[in-house]
């Protein structure tokens, strides 16, 4: 049997947490920052958490990993 392989375009965007969560970054704060609020900019700072009906998806694509 193959071993079961990782996804490596998953492996570079997320982390899995010890709790079985998922760490993701922000989408929208890569570029055309201009016409964008501070405030907006502001709240897209830091990482959060994969939202709990797209975990399968992310079952399927880190395999292994304890999702």
């Not at 375009?9 to 982390?15: D, E, L």
């Amino acid at each position: 049997m193959p071993k079961m392989k990782t996804k490596s375009a998953a492996k570079k965007r997320f982390r899995v947490r010890p709790g079985g969560t998922v760490k993701r970054g922000q989408a929208f704060k890569r570029h055309i920052l201009t016409k964008k609020t501070t405030k907006n900019k502001r709240h897209l700072r830091g990482a959060v958490n994969v939202h709990p009906t797209n975990m399968g998806h992310m079952a399927q694509m880190l395999p292994g990993q304890g999702i």
